[in-house]
C-alpha cells in the first residue's frame, strides 16, 4: 500500500501536539493548508503535437512570513505530496528561526522524456500560472528534484518580464550572474555535516573513523557523500533509483562524481572491489552513519527492523515514516531529522533572498560563517531539549518549530 506523504506529515504533528499539550485549535490551525492552486501547463512539444501537464504550488502557512519552498518536476508528484513538502518547509523555516513560512510547488512530468527547448516552455508556462501566487513577499521558489538554476532564472524572467522590471528575489537559487547567491549550491550539504560533526562531538564518537552509506546521489548525495569522503569517512555504499553500489574497502567518491557527471549510470560503476546492490539492500549494509538523501517514505516499518547504524541523518524530506520512527527509536538508533539536518539550502536560500532586496552581496566566508552560526544553534536548542524531555531529536525538533508557528498564530489571532 503506497504511503500518503501529506497523512504522514499530519500524523507527526499530531505526535507533538500530544507531547507538548498544544491546544487542539493551535494543533488544527497548524495541520491545515492556507491555500493550494492545480494549474494545467500545455505546451506545444518539438514534433508540433499538445501535451497538457499539472503543476501545483502550496502555501502550508505564512503566518511568520513569506512562503519558501522549492519547485520539483517528477513523474510522480501529486496534491498530497507538495501539501507534505510545503509543511516540511514550514517546520523547516522555523526550526532556524527565519522569518519565513513553507510553501513548496511541482510539476508531474518526467523531465528526462523532454528537451531543453520543451522545459523551458514548461517551466515559464508553469511560471506565468502561478504568477499571483508567488513573489518577493508573498512566496519565493526555489530549486529541488530535477530543477536548477536555469529553471530558476526562467522563472524570474517570467515574473520581472510580466513586472515590467527585474526582481531577483522572486526566486533563490538562481545563477550567480543574475542575483544568485555564492555558496548555494553546496548549502544543504555543508549544514549536514555542520549538524552530524555537532552530534559526533557531543556522543564522543571520531567522525573521520566512521563509515557511512547513502541513498540518492543527486544535489544533495553527492555533495554530502563529497564532504564526508574529503574528512575522512569510508563510503561503504551510495545508490540512486536504478540501483548503486557498494565496498567493503571504501569508495572512492571523486571517481564516482566524475564517473555521474559524464551521464553513467551509478551501478554501471566498476571500481576496485565494487559490487552492485539494490536500494533494498543498502538499507541492510552494516555501517556507522546512514543518509537517506532520495526522496519520501524510503524508510517504513517494512525495512526498519533491517537497519544497522548509529545515527541517520536525513538529507530527503520525509524519508522515514512515524512507524519506523517509533521502531529506529526501540533499537537506539539517532534519527537527526530532515527539518534540522536538511535546512542549510533554506537557510543560504534566505541569505540570496536578503542579499537580493537589498542588492548588496556577501563572500562565501560570510555565508559559512552565517549558516554555520544558525544551524548550530538551532540544532543546540534542538538537543537540549531532546535531553530535557528525554525524547527522540525529531520530536524536540517538531515541539521548537510548532510552538513558534502556533505562538504566532496565537499572537496575531484569527481573522476577522
Not at 99 to 115: E, R
Not at 245 to 254: C, H, K, M, P, W
Not at 299 to 312: L, V, Y
Not at 356 to 372: C, M, P, Q, T, V
Request: charged residues 25%.
Amino acid at each position: 500500500m503506497e504511503i500518503n506523504p501529506f497523512e504522514v506529515a499530519k500524523k507527526q504533528v499530531n505526535i507533538v501536539a500530544k507531547e507538548m499539550n498544544l491546544d487542539p485549535n493551535l494543533t488544527e490551525a497548524v495541520k491545515r493548508i492556507e491555500r493550494a492552486l492545480i494549474v494545467t501547463v500545455p505546451i506545444i512539444m518539438d514534433d508540433g503535437t499538445l501535451k497538457i501537464y499539472e503543476g501545483y504550488r502550496v502555501h502550508h502557512n505564512t503566518v511568520r512570513g513569506p512562503g519558501k519552498g522549492g519547485v520539483r518536476y517528477a513523474p510522480d508528484v501529486n496534491l498530497d505530496e507538495v501539501r507534505a513538502l510545503a509543511m516540511w518547509m514550514t517546520w523547516k523555516t522555523a526550526i532556524l528561526n527565519l522569518p519565513l513560512g513553507g510553501a513548496k510547488g511541482g510539476i508531474c512530468v518526467d523531465p528526462k522524456q523532454l528537451s531543453n527547448k520543451e522545459l523551458e516552455k514548461l517551466t515559464r508556462r508553469y511560471t506565468s500560472e502561478i504568477i499571483n501566487f508567488i513573489g518577493p513577499d508573498i512566496d519565493i521558489p526555489a530549486p529541488d528534484m530535477n530543477t536548477n538554476s536555469q529553471t530558476m532564472a526562467w522563472m524570474m524572467d517570467v515574473y520581472s518580464m510580466q513586472k515590467g522590471r527585474t526582481i531577483s528575489g522572486v526566486v533563490t537559487g538562481k545563477p550567480i550572474e543574475i542575483g544568485g547567491s555564492v555558496g548555494r549550491q553546496g548549502a544543504t550539504g555543508t549544514g549536514m555535516f555542520y549538524v552530524l560533526n555537532a552530534l559526533c562531538e557531543k556522543l564522543n564518537y571520531n567522525l573521520k573513523s566512521m563509515s557511512v552509506v547513502i541513498q540518492g546521489f543527486g544535489k544533495v548525495g553527492s555533495k554530502i557523500s563529497k564532504k564526508l569522503y574529503d574528512f575522512g569517512c569510508k563510503i561503504l555504499a551510495i545508490s540512486e533509483l536504478e540501483g548503486g553500489i557498494y565496498s567493503e574497502e571504501g569508495l572512492n567518491v571523486n571517481d564516482i562524481v566524475e564517473w555521474n557527471l559524464q551521464g553513467n549510470l551509478l551501478n554501471d560503476f566498476k571500481g576496485s572491489g565494487t559490487k552492485s546492490i539494490t536500494n533494498e539492500e543498502l538499507f541492510k549494509i552494516k555501517c556507522d552513519v546512514l543518509v537517506p538523501a532520495a526522496t519520501q517514505n524510503q524508510i517504513t516499518r517494512n525495512n526498519a527492523e533491517n537497519i544497522d547504524c548509529k545515527i541517520i541523518l536525513e538529507g530527503a524530506n520525509g524519508p522515514t515514516t512515524p512507524k519506523a520512527d517509533k521502531i529506529l527509536n526501540e533499537k537506539g538508533i539517532i534519527v537527526i531529522p530532515d527539518i534540522l539536518a536538511n535546512s542549510g539550502g533554506v537557510c543560504v536560500s534566505y541569505f540570496e533572498y536578503l542579499q537580493d532586496i537589498h542588492a548588496y552581496f556577501w563572500k562565501l566566508e560570510r555565508i559559512n560563517k552565517e549558516l554555520k552560526r544558525i544551524i548550530l544553534e538551532a540544532f543546540e536548542n534542538v538537543y537540549n531539549v531532546s535531553k530535557e524531555r528525554n525524547i527522540s531529536l525529531r520530536t524536540a525538533a517538531y515541539i521548537i518549530s510548532v510552538s513558534r508557528v502556533a505562538k504566532a498564530i496565537e499572537l496575531r489571532g484569527i481573522f476577522p
